[in-house]
């Protein structure tokens, strides 16, 4: 099978793969460059586990076929924390958002699609972004809770 | 063309462990010489919190801190058997069996800050912060860590406990059922209040008020997170799932989450959450299993609630809008059964 | 959105001045969880990594004749076909680890298939995408077998034997019953004195664990002649044991690595990934993975299983329940995995948490030509509790006392002898109501809130009365019509499969099914209590209950001139008879 070369920046890292025709870009991320933290829930679209953001957007990398990254910037819930946790990160810890964490990093980067846009959300502002990421553990409440957490803290920041 | 509001309660009890028993999990605790313990299991972690319950455990039965100690699961070169995570059984069947092996671990570290300080270990006892001490002279101390040290370099001691635990296994009679089922039960009581559109039959669900028994709250919000996830799971079962919507036909059969239906961050109810407990006497400290009562008590409110709304019994889940929809025009119209 | 902690119930038996026990502290895997590390199976690479999927039946029923897999065989990237005849013990059962029940199941089927997605044979292939287009390749010849959908026609004579080990289609119990009974009391003389005798039929659809992380396992060769498998399950050593005993290994050659999973609620302990992931990479000597992908997971891995039960109340005007008579049939589906244990547990929950001086039941493991069922959350007590909880809803308002002072008075108390005759202790369930009360703002009376699970126990409660028993429902009498069975329909609905239309424009519109319709409201009239009936141990043999629509035999209409018109919802759907789900995947073209 003919593979083509794809780069791309990862989490600010430069990263160059070689990628099979109608290759997904979350078996590229899993397999291809070993970035395990989009997680595989459906293969259809439907629950946002595998959800990354592509130039600051959020999108299921099960359904995004690999080859259209290519120069483009790819962000996973691996590279959210530099020295420290990114807010949100410490946020879901404190509120205790996650049980089994499975839905955990597709969370998070609808999350912070969010929070890089709207920083200081509504309730439904934030139900409406998580609308696609299913979790089966927590029933969403600690999740919404975390993300409104978040958004205060790093208000809580800008206007100290 | 009317929102018809209504409230059904449910109260139920729940079985802790395999049924009849003979289900049993085991335990190794081990230190290094820093007087930092490991517990190896073989059980899982499904997200209900195994690691970090046993982790406490451990670390109360050692009397260190809960920092002292890392729980190591699964292996099944490392870790002694474990019969799985199911049935609720995992904080009853292996936070005993970690209490065993964290006892007897303690005893040997116990022994060897007993032989460091010339004194006997009964006299000892340790302040949860990593210091043992005689006990009315806690100037007379030594920390885990120079006790563990000490053990394996100077003593020979293996600071280091195996526990198992099982209920015996009971037969059931053929004849009239008799048996020994499990030795504890978790209790529950949840009311719930739903709003009826008899226009359309769609249930929502307003609030869940509730009363959870849960023996002991090892970690309180462990125990808040169960709760509060597995009314959901009872939320969407009464009112969303199904794998065959005509059961027993086949046909339709969801294979998607779009056909599968379960409710969204946006269809969440708020639900008011109160802890009871009253330790199962073999329990750890008192520990029952909250993880699957959670969810049982909200399928029969929802649909107790929705005919309080709308005197419509539907006794086949899911309670859908159309087969509520069936009902009130059946009956001719929606039929509260409460006065306002 | 509150959590509030009621210390002052039950504080003295609770020291609760703990060190470690009782604080909130943070999960030990939460800092994983939120970087995403925490390793998942699927969170392990491996060079050489190898595919695999599984060829599945389309039919409820049928018989194998051949399996063709000459062309999958040739097509990129194939590395081998897993055939019945290469698994070393090609038969097993669940709980045979705690030597219960028959070995019923085949990892892949080679004589029949008994549910519609049964593996019959697997392929590896380098990759997922080639493996899925080499099992499209793969042609079945099947011999369609008529089949049973519904628990009680699956139990009646004629109908078709859904598992060869059990031909009565209920799994056999103490090798002397066809169910499990409890019998406390005599319900029939209770029922003869209550007051008000209620029924109620109750159904329950089969649903699906549904966590977000499907069923998996990867099996790689480890260094020294074993086989290390990373694996989802939510029982290490129960998937080792069905993995040694399948593949005729010595259990310490394999290494099974696990236990952080992405939710699980019962759906990850039948152990089909891993014996077949293991096998795989014997046959290849490379890494096999062997994942579900969510559409197997739905309709293929095994769900809760349905549950249909039929109760029977005696109460007395006063608000005290005397007689309590339930007949439950779980659907376990075409293999027994969990279900057979699950009839005990249920039956040891039986009548629910209150104290009844006369209890009944009779619950069945029945067979059907459907996907397993296994285990969920609430294994074996969810639906009875479904059905105990709304029927105790219709009993209160049958006889006018509020439901949840009808719970406290009856609720179990300490001392109390329970149906399946252990002493009640410990128990809570009085308080509970008493606070979920308080906090919904449901007024009680000052009576019913001043009683305690601790007081009025025992004593006469205590007491072990005399029971009636019977032997009716020994193994086969059913099937052979000896005993009294339900009703069927004039016409069985599911004994055929229909024949395909030949059409070729507009597709005929499907058999016409209605779906299950809510019953009108249960009429609240006592009905006369049975005079001298013998104790009735089979499922009611009277008729349904009234004014219950039954859904319509099936009948092929002809292709309508027609489009689609979404009137009467849900009556009609897309059908494109002669296209099974799977039958793109395996052929079903006869040669």
Redesign the interface.
Known sequence: MARKPLQFTLNGSDKAVFVEDGRNLLDTLRRGVGDLSPKYGCGQGTCGCCTVLIDGAPHLSCLVLAETVEGRSVETAAGLAGAALHPLQQAFMDNFAAQCGFCTPGMLMAAKALLDRVPSPSREQVVEAIGGNICRCTGYEPIIDAILDAAGRSAGRRSA | MALHRGRGVATINYPIGMNLGGDPSQALVHSNPDGKFMVALSSIDLGQGMKSVTRQIAAETLGVPVQDVYVDTADSDTGPHCMGSFASRGTHRVGNAVIAAAKEARAVMLEAAAEELEVNAADLETDGQGNIHVRGAPQRSITTGEACAAAQFKQGRTVSGRGIFLIPLSDVDPETGEMTPVSCYAHAAMIVDVEVDDETGEVRVLQMNSAYEVGRALNPRLVEQQLRGGAWMGMSHALYETTEPYYPDRGHGPVDFNGYLMPGPGDIAPHNIAILERPAPDGPYGGKGPGEMCANPVLPAVANAVFDAVGVRVDELPITPEKVLRGIRAQGGARPQRAG | ???????D??AD??DDN?????????????????????P?F??H?FDG?LHLRCVRSPH?HARIRSIDTSRAERM??VVRIVRGQDVPVNLNTLLSL?DFGRDDEPLLSVEKVAY?GEPVAAVIAE?E?QARDAVAAVRVDYEVLPHV???EEALAPGAPVVNRAYPNNSFD??D??DH?????GDVEAAFAQADEVVE?????????Q?????NGAIAAPETNDRFVCYTS??????S?GTAAKLLNVASNR?????????????G??DSLNEPMAILGCMLTGRPVRY?F???EE??VGA?RG?ERWYLKDGVMRDGRLVARKLTGYF?SGAYTRLSS?AI??C???IP??YTIPNVH?DVFCVF?N??PAT?M??????GV??A???H???VA?AIGMD??EF?ILN?YRDGDMK????EA?????I???????E??G?PIREAFRQMSSLRDGGGERARIPH?V?D?HGRIGERRAGGTATPARPAAPR?AAMPPAPVAATPPAP?PS?S????????ASAPVPPPAASPPAASPPAASPPAARPQ?APPAVSPPSAEPYQPSQ??QR?V?RPGAG?FSSISGTRRR
């Open positions: 959105m509150t959590v509030e902690f009621r210390k119930l039950f038996e609770r703990l060190n470690e026990i009782g604080k909130p502290t943070q999960r030990q895997d939460a800092l994983g969880h939120v970087t995403g590390r925490s998942f699927d969170d690479l990594l409820h990129p990237g705690l519609k990759t995408r959908l519904d628990v119990y103490h002397k019953y499990q009974k409890l019998r406390f109620g039929r109750y159904q329950m659809s089969p649903i699906e549904a966590p977000t992380e499907t399950t939510q029982a290490l050593f129960f080792l394999l290494h099974f690595i696990g236990g952080t999973v992405g939710g699980g609620f019962g990850k302990v994942v992908d969510r559409e739905m309709q769900p349905a659907d244990y005990v547990k039956t040891g929950h629910g948490p039941s059907t459907r996907t285990a959350r609430g294994f074996g007590v969810t509790d479904f105990i909880e709304c105790m809803d219709k308002r439901p949840v719970r609720a149906a399946h005759r252990r202790k410990n128990c809570a369930l308080e509970c109501a008493q606070v979920a009360a906090k919904a449901w029971t028993t032997e599911y499907p099914v779906p299950p319709v809510a019953p009108p409201p249960v859904p919802p849900f759907g059908h789900r």
